[in-house]
């Protein structure tokens, strides 16, 4: 699923660092065109430009309540990135959103035709683009993408027509900069 824009804003957050501020958007949960509910986000002021995602759900509710744990995240790497200079109200405090769970694990893994879906044991689902992943990822057909094995331990995924070994981990902090 691919977002233009972050739609009806209903709660945003501003943080601050030294080069001004960083604003939080989260909007409105809706259906996607899958039967599952999405909810987007919006990250601004970052040092390598807006990130826009989205988080899903089986409803509306799970949609948005995952939204807090995946800008936790990206907040939290952010906010050591940048040597703790994002802060909300003042410097060291906490900005206000839960602080992950360090070890990723995934649950189910899907191929699409421009992004890769990680459903992870959490209940997040994230959608990554190809291009965010490898280069030989970027460059494979969809039909070499698509044969793939998530590891029994949830940590990793295997592509064997390319010899391609992906860790969770790294894919999901990959994707948030």
Not at 12 to 25: F, S
Not at 67 to 85: F, I, N, P, S, T
Request: charged share 25%; net charge negative.
């Amino acid at each position: 699923m691919r977002l233009e824009t972050v739609g009806e804003v209903i709660a945003e957050r501003k943080l601050h660092r030294a080069q001004g501020e960083v604003i939080v958007r989260i909007g409105r949960p809706a259906l996607s065109g899958h039967g599952d509910w999405y909810c987007p986000f919006e990250i601004t002021g970052l040092p390598n430009g807006p990130i826009l995602r989205a988080t899903f759900g089986v409803d509306a509710v799970q949609a948005l309540e995952l939204v807090h744990g995946v800008v936790g995240a990206l907040l939290d790497y952010w906010k050591r990135e940048l040597d703790g200079d994002l802060y909300f109200e003042q410097p060291g405090d906490d900005l206000g959103f839960p602080l992950p769970v360090r070890e990723l694990q995934a649950s189910k893994i899907e191929p699409d035709l421009d992004c890769l879906v990680i459903e992870l044991k959490s209940g997040t689902k994230l959608s990554i683009p190809w291009g965010n992943l490898s280069r030989r990822l970027a460059e494979a057909s969809a039909s070499e993408r698509s044969v793939m094995e998530l590891s029994p331990s949830g940590y990793g995924i295997h592509w064997p027509l390319l010899d391609e070994d992906l860790a969770i981990g790294p894919i999901v902090t990959s994707s948030i900069r």
